[in-house]
């Protein structure tokens, strides 16, 4: 094998010159993709070779990246970014061989060696710097300036980006299968497993109801609540608030549209913050009670869900702080019926040393809950209450 070595430093101040000199000769100054003879191709079988006479039919031809493999070692990443560049423009015709001894015989295609050093080795640059095939290769992880091609081109017939693809797929189906068995992530699951997975099935029922049951009200616990010091004033307040709440407007086009007055959501949303924050000033959801997700521009994201929906006043107290996984779930997998709720909501009561209150609601075929502080929920059962009959 050869060796690629770095020039004498004594050349540094003559790189341009030497280069020029370099092409003058005919040197290779870059990696490329160029024909080649199949015969040490690893694909090609001696067979074919031996025994008969090659005709004026007779044709061999393949495709090789000469001192690929040492171009890798050096990592150096002038080189590496070049080779991307020269995948990139190289037609498909490059990942073939072929031999013809003569018309009797056929023709024999297999891959090209360019195809095979392409395939198997590692020298596609990602942005950490690190070296991965294109089977094991993301888009989203290339180093800058390093770009897929608008239809794949040959990277596509590499099958880049195949493994990585297949890698989020199974860790989406392992996450999807670990929350439908009430795990809260796959890696909560696997930790279960290994702890407890020696044990009899029933007993396993046992410790993960127990484990949920913790992890349920250690969840719950960061959702701190603010009780009310006087909750029979406070509702009283909010029931005046409600009673002159802004109604809910309605103008016909396909279908129902409602019109919310100007600043209603936002309103809504900084009341939620007051009443659905931790310590730390992170908005928690009031079904999952884990943080937000993400954030934009600084503030937590979330959606700002009606409890009971179809109302004709339009209360900001009527509204919930969602993820957008609950959120989703709330307005499109509620079995809870809003004269359920409604009915659930009634029958709760709140005193001076109330914290928290949590009503059970079934979303997505899932038990589940929604969990209020004690005073925005004071707020909520007195601005229903106050609408009396116009629901």
């Known amino acids: ?29 870059s990696l490329r993709i160029v024909e080649a003879y199949p015969f040490d191709n690893p694909k090609f079988e001696d067979a074919w070779f031996q025994g008969g006479r090659r005709s004026s039919n007779y044709s061999a031809s393949d495709w090789d990246i000469e001192y690929l493999e040492e171009a890798i070692e050096t990592k150096n990443e002038a080189l590496l970014r070049g080779l991307w560049g020269v995948v990139v423009s190289a037609k498909s015709k490059v990942l073939q061989a072929h031999y013809t001894r003569n018309n009797t015989e056929g023709r024999h295609e297999f891959q090209s060696k360019a195809a095979q050093k392409l395939s198997t080795l590692a020298w596609v640059l990602d942005r950490d710097g690190n070296l991965r095939t294109p089977k094991a290769s993301d888009e989203a992880e290339l180093a800058d300036g390093l770009a897929m091609p608008a239809k794949g081109g040959l990277l596509t017939e590499l099958a880049f980006g195949r493994d990585a693809g297949m890698d989020r797929m199974t860790r989406s189906l392992r996450e999807r299968s670990a929350r439908s068995h009430g795990f809260a992530s796959d890696e909560a699951a696997q930790e279960f497993k290994m702890i407890f997975g020696d044990m009899p099935e029933e007993e396993q029922l046992k410790a993960f109801r127990a484990a949920r049951q913790w992890d349920h009200e250690r969840r719950a616990s960061a959702f701190a609540g603010d009780p009310s010091a006087n909750p029979d004033q406070r509702a009283a307040l909010a029931g005046i608030d409600g009673a002159t709440a802004d109604e809910t407007r309605y103008e016909m086009r396909e279908r129902s549209v409602v019109r919310r007055s100007p600043g209603q959501i936002d309103r809504g949303k900084e009341y939620l913050r007051q009443h659905c924050s931790n310590a730390d000033g992170h908005v928690i959801c009031q079904v999952c009670l884990l943080s937000m997700p993400f954030q934009i521009k600084g503030v937590d994201y979330f959606e700002a869900v009606e409890v009971i929906d179809r109302r004709k006043k339009d209360h900001h107290q009527n509204r919930l702080a969602l993820c957008p996984v609950c959120a989703a779930k709330y307005h499109y997998a509620r079995a809870t019926d809003n004269a359920e709720l409604l ?7 709140v005193d001076e040393t109330t914290a928290t209150v949590t009503i059970p609601v079934t979303l ?7 969990t209020f502080s004690a005073r925005h929920f004071i707020d909520l059962k007195a601005v229903l209450a106050s609408a009396g009959e116009q629901r």
């Open 1 to 29: 094998m050869k060796t690629l070595r770095r020039l004498w430093f004594g050349y540094d101040g003559e790189v341009e010159w030497m280069l020029a000199f370099c092409e003058a000769v005919g040197c290779q100054t």
């Open 364 to 370: 997505a075929d899932e038990n589940s809950s929604i």
């Open 343 to 349: 009915k659930l909501i009634s029958l709760e009561s």
